[in-house]
């Protein structure tokens, strides 16, 4: 897990790539000073890291935007459907939310994950941008969508807005009890095309990524998948999931951010 002059080394979208004055990063464990479990970018401020390095881990994205850190702005995740909408840094405690949308330039809409969905959003044409903590829960409680609407609050249109989901947990990867099951079916009997069956009894495997880009696209909204799993290559990405079935004692965490530029 390298990257030159050990700089962060963020996945790329072209679709995210369209206009000059949108920056965006899906960000992989390159560059970053942590240790151990943590090897790499951790920028989980909830991890139990070391915090000077994770500070600094986090001072690294935002340099890649060319923006001072205190401009990178992430909220508490608590897998809600809540957006904030930001023009400066928070003050006091972060708000609880799950994205953040922003027409501000040089400040960066973040968000942390270790198997969820992280989802960036663009609309060159309005000068909006978005981020959102997508996993199962928070999709299907409707975080894409008040994204969606947040950013329409501050002036896009959805045939404008694009969204990639970056490097999340795959379906091969994901396998789910039928509790999970049962409540997926029994919010819409059509989310069976997302499942299928596991090698263990009851069980089953959940494309999440094919959810969230369906979600997407069913709202309206041109959406794609960079097709990155988190859970397959430990050398580019934290996975809760991984951490679990190897009885670690914590995780850390990638950073998907985008930016409207100075």
């Not at 930001?86 to 968000?111: L, Q």
């Not at 270790?114 to 960036?120: H, M, Y």
């Amino acid at each position: 897990m390298t990257s030159p002059n050990n700089k962060p080394a963020p996945v790329q979208s072209p679709y995210l790539n369209l206009d000059q004055s949108i920056k965006h990063g899906f960000f992989t464990r390159a560059g970053g000073v942590s240790g151990g479990i943590y090897k790499g970018l951790n920028v989980g401020i909830g991890s139990d890291d070391d915090a000077d390095k994770i500070a600094e881990n986090r001072a690294r994205v935002a340099a890649h935007f060319t923006v001072s850190p205190e401009r990178l702005i992430t909220p508490y995740q608590i897998h809600s459907p809540d957006v904030v909408i930001v023009d400066g840094p928070f003050s006091g405690e972060r708000p609880k939310a799950d994205a953040v949308v922003t027409k501000t330039p040089g400040f960066i809409a973040g968000i942390l994950t270790a198997d969820c969905g992280p989802v960036l959003f663009a609309d060159a044409k309005a000068g909006i941008v978005g981020a959102s903590h997508a996993g199962w829960q928070g999709a299907v409680g409707g975080i894409l969508e008040s994204t969606v609407n947040a950013m329409q609050s501050l002036g896009s249109k959805k045939s404008d807005i694009v969204a990639v989901l970056g490097p999340t947990i795959s379906q091969d990867s994901y396998e789910v009890g039928p509790e999970f099951v049962d409540r997926l079916l029994s919010l819409d009997s059509e989310n069976s095309q997302w499942l299928i069956a596991s090698s263990k009894p009851d069980h089953a495997q959940f494309d999440l990524p094919g959810y969230i880009v369906n979600r997407l696209n069913n709202f309206g909204i041109t959406a794609s998948w960079t097709g990155h799993c988190t859970y397959r290559d430990e050398d580019l990405f934290y996975s809760y999931r991984r951490k679990t079935h190897r009885a670690e004692p914590d995780y850390g965490r990638q950073m998907s951010a985008i930016c409207i530029t100075e």
